[in-house]
């Protein structure tokens, strides 16, 4: 029996021990199953965590472009998705709570990257350059930028070759007669002229001043003075001739409008250094150098004023390199080439309506017709214009039906001594000189104060038959 006590004793404690391995091992079991859900979470941690650093690298290396068509693609699916989202609202808040309950297996949740947290990365390095393109358009020409700065004036070119020979020109003249020359002499008897005097040179008037030079100012005009023996002087210098601080200065811009005249020609006579002549478009002023002569000793010297149609005034001084140098004017002269001038003038009865036609009181005659001209011409069917300067003869013809005067009208004033009358033949005839300029203009006027009807006297109208004439001819 106490065998059996024994055996029954170590039965039981068999049993414990297996009983007290059992509940270790279950306790073991929990606790690993601790430790690994501990090392499962961990795990998922760290997924999570390399997830969200690959797609944020994913999200870094996206295009702004294509961001932004993600960013609306989005947008877009969000809104599709609002109506779907209220209806799973209740089932996907079901489903987190399960989830919550069984963290350990639920899978890593993907967490949405925000714009505003995404940081730009660094700047990459810069492209090799492209190929050159093809060449655009030309573009529309721009505005005129403005002028440049005068460059430098360029080195003087070689010297041309020689040119051919000219056509040989005309004979010249031998005598002053042949020259066609008109002269004003200053060799007069001693008189006092004053501040300017004005001489007759044919038939234009030239005008004479006197200036003393200044440096710092304009200069100042003096007296002149003219002798028998030394001429056109001025009247401060001891002598009454022309020092280097004096000029006398010559007005011949009357000479400039003629075509006739061709030069202008001056006699100086000088003692010691010679004369300096000047010429200037400004009253009182020098002007340009235009000539020198240079001489030692005393002497006269005819000479022609180089370029006188460029300049209005020309002037003439002692030279400045000798203090005793004295020059005096002893005239002047004109070289004209008197070209024919002439001109017929006239109206016919096929000119008037029914061979008769009437002028009104103080009004121009009508003259339709003309031959050939020269020096003349006709600006209206009223007016004659003359175009070289002279004095012309006038012949006047008219034909009136009754009583009446006409008269030569010159640039619209009466010319005196040029009025005619009808005689008792009702003819109207007369002739006269006239003296004209350039430019003038001249007219038959009837000086009546009532019209007259100018046409055949005889009262049959004929073919043609002049009625009104007008002959011009230059003599001087």
């Known amino acids: 029996m106490p065998n059996m006590k024994s055996n029954s004793n170590s039965i039981t404690s068999m049993f414990s021990i297996k009983s007290d391995s059992h509940s270790d091992k279950k306790h073991r079991n929990k606790r690993n199953k601790k430790r690994n859900h501990k090392r499962n979470r961990h795990h998922d941690k760290e997924s999570d965590q390399e997830q969200r650093v690959v797609e944020e690298i994913e999200i870094k290396t996206i295009t702004k472009k294509e961001h932004r068509e993600k960013r609306r693609s989005h947008s877009r699916s969000k809104s599709k998705s609002k109506s779907k989202s209220k209806s799973k609202s209740k089932s996907k808040s079901k489903s987190k709570s399960k989830s919550k309950s069984k963290s350990w297996s639920h899978s ?161 006579g000088f003692i010691n250094g010679g004369f300096v002549v000047y010429g200037s478009n400004t009253l009182g002023e020098l002007g340009h150098h235009l000539y020198t002569h240079q001489e030692t000793c005393e002497q006269t010297v005819c000479f022609s004023l180089p370029c006188y149609s460029k300049y209005k005034y020309f002037s003439v001084t002692a030279s400045n390199d000798c203090d005793d140098s004295l020059v005096s004017i002893l005239s002047l002269c004109i070289v004209r080439d008197y070209v024919q001038a002439y001109g017929y003038f006239y109206s016919t009865t096929q000119d008037a309506s029914g061979g008769t036609f009437d002028v009104s009181g103080g009004q121009p005659v009508l003259l339709s017709n003309t031959t050939v001209t020269e020096g003349l011409q006709l600006l209206d069917p009223y007016t004659i214009q003359c175009n070289v300067k002279g004095v012309f003869s006038e012949v006047l013809h008219i034909s009136v039906t009754t009583p009446a005067s006409f008269a030569i009208s010159l640039n619209g004033n009466v010319v005196p001594g040029l009025s005619y009358g009808s005689n008792s033949n009702n003819q109207v005839t007369g002739n006269g000189l006239l003296q004209v300029n350039v430019g003038d203009t001249l007219q038959i006027i009837n000086q009546g104060t009532a019209d007259v009807t100018i046409g055949s006297t005889s009262g049959i109208v004929p073919s043609t038959e002049t009625i009104v004439s007008l002959q011009l001819t230059r003599i001087v």
Do not use: M, W
């Open 108 to 268: 890593p949740i993907k967490k949405c990257v925000k714009k505003d947290h995404i940081s730009r990365g660094p700047r990459g390095s810069r492209g090799s350059r492209g190929s050159k393109g093809s060449r655009g358009d030309k573009g529309p020409r721009g505005k005129e930028g403005p002028r440049g700065y005068k460059g430098s004036r360029g080195h003087r070119g070689h010297k041309g070759s020689r040119g051919k020979r000219g056509p040989r020109g005309k004979k010249g003249c031998k005598g002053e007669d042949a020259c066609n020359k008109r002269c004003v002499s200053f060799t007069q008897n001693n008189t006092e002229l004053g501040l300017y005097t004005v001489y007759q040179v044919d038939y234009f008037p030239v005008t004479v001043y006197g200036y003393e030079k200044n440096d710092v100012t304009q200069d100042f005009p003096t007296a002149l003075v003219s002798t028998e023996q030394k001429g056109l002087g001025i009247k401060k210098v001891p002598s009454n001739e022309i020092d280097h601080t004096t000029y006398i200065q010559f007005d011949l811009s009357s000479l400039l409008a003629d075509l006739s005249v061709k030069g202008v020609c001056c006699t100086v």
